[in-house]
């Protein structure tokens, strides 16, 4: 495994045990930039306006579409750490 890697699975690790839950729009990035670094670029349909939440992680991951799978796991790590700074 990678170096990149490894902290990549340590700030997964991590992030659930935050004393303070993200905010739902950090969830929807944190959620977005997991899966563009684990599976690449979105695919599938769009969820349908009635499967609001599904629709919404579907958007923020089509957001990263064209971000390289180590650019998000960096991503991922950076924002990781900021909220650990910032956990009470």
Known sequence: MSDLASRFKTAQDEVVNLNDAP?????L????????????????????????????????WAKLKGTANDAA?????????????NDS
């Open 73 to 85: 796991m960096q991503q991922y790590i950076d924002l990781v750490e900021e909220l650990k700074k």
């Open 23 to 27: 905010d739902v729009q950090t969830k």
């Open 29 to 60: 990035k944190l959620y977005a930039l997991f899966k563009q670094a684990s599976e690449g670029d979105v695919s599938g349909d769009r969820p349908s306006a009635i499967n609001f939440v599904a629709q919404a992680k579907y958007d923020a």
